[in-house]
């Protein structure tokens, strides 16, 4: 008896919940289309799409149907995304590149941030591909806007975006006794500028290039 009691009261929260969620798909999707426009993405566009599983076994009775309930309720949500004006939103995980799932994943957490401010740690890889420029410089205040309340470990070859981080850790491969070996070392200032350096003006340091790093390490995104 307390099962069955149990369980009607969990299908009227269930239905709660998904009409909650479908209530707020479109301003979500509205805000998070902000976020991609601010990232250099003008021509993107993602849209949340909810399903419920049919299942023969399912906990919860609607009309003739029995649909699959798990820990987070009725929906089974995918995102959808096109990169292009004119392009047919296809599911995220089959489409993007790593570039676009890194900056989808920033809109994400920057929308959601808004309403959910907690700590996260996220892990951008090549966050910065095909972007430059005005670009690259709107990207890097967003992360450095985000770091505030997120750790953020990131991988770029970007110098604007590189030029905000607390912290520089340097990769490098050596190779021994026919063992490669990858090795991980915090940068000091002087080291940080020198490998700024490198990523604006190759390995050609001059005064000039050197001079551009620090400006750039010394500039704070807002």
Known sequence: QKYDQSLIELKELVFQLSRARRNALSSF??????????????????????????????EVE????????SETGLDQIEFYFS????????????????????RVMLALRSALGKLSPAPQILILDE??????????????SKIKKLSR???????THTQQIAA?????VRIEKQTANGRTTAFAKILSFEERKRELARMIGGKQL?????????????KKAV
């Open 29 to 58: 999707e509205d805000e998070v289309q902000k976020e991609l426009m601010d990232l250099g993405m003008e021509g993107a566009k993602l849209q949340v799409v909810l399903r419920w599983e049919e299942n023969p076994e399912g």
């Open 62 to 69: 609607e009309g003739s149907k029995l649909y699959y309930l």
């Open 83 to 102: 990169a292009n004006v004119g392009e047919k939103p296809r599911p995220l995980r089959k489409v993007a590149s790593g570039g676009e799932l890194s």
């Open 127 to 140: 966050i910065d591909t095909g972007l430059g420029g005005e670009a690259a410089t709107s990207l890097a």
């Open 149 to 155: 309340s997120s750790q953020i470990l990131l991988i």
């Open 164 to 168: 905000v981080a607390d912290e520089h």
């Open 206 to 218: 001059t005064q000039g290039v050197l001079k551009a790093a620090t400006d750039l390490l010394q």
